[in-house]
């Protein structure tokens, strides 16, 4: 398979254009999460609440632990959303275009815009990001609040 994007020009798989599911309801989806290991404790308990939260309120929670196929995924309306815990800028900025050229949104852990500036800080961070279908991020997001409290 071939997905494509291009800013301004939507997306496509194989030359064909590919939408971001417009899915309502989180019990109709299909969810990725991905996570790495840790040595910090609290974090892995944090990201356990959100996985329980996804379980718990989708239809099934699937991972490759691959960012650019699941953000694929989601561009092509394969799965609803995704959250990926750790990767780095150069990871994200060509799946990051492809959702958003599809139609969807994504944002970090936070719902904050993404930082895409090339300095240091940018080059060693850990990015938590967010991708889903623009009908289900405010409900995806509110899985990972509620999570939190």
């Excluded at 561009?75 to 995704?82: F, H, N, T, V």
């Excluded at 815009?113 to 940018?122: A, E, M, P, Q």
């Amino acid at each position: 398979l071939l997905y494509f994007a291009e800013k301004g020009k939507g997306a496509t798989r194989n030359g064909e254009k590919i939408s971001a599911s417009a899915e309502t309801e989180l019990k109709n989806i299909l969810m990725a999460y991905s996570l790495d290991y840790s040595e910090d404790s609290s974090k892995t308990e944090k990201e356990l609440k959100i996985i329980k939260n996804i379980v718990q309120n989708t239809r099934n929670l699937r991972s490759t632990n691959s960012c650019a196929i699941e953000f694929c995924y989601v561009a092509d309306g394969k799965l609803g959303g995704c959250i990926n815990q750790a990767t780095k800028i150069w990871d994200i900025a060509a799946p990051y275009l492809l959702v958003r050229e599809a139609g969807g949104i994504v944002t970090d852990i936070n719902g904050n815009n993404i930082d895409f500036s090339v300095n240091k800080s940018n080059y060693a961070k850990n990015f938590t990001i967010v991708g889903s279908g623009k009908l289900l991020h405010a409900k995806i997001m509110n899985l990972i609040t509620n999570a939190a409290a």
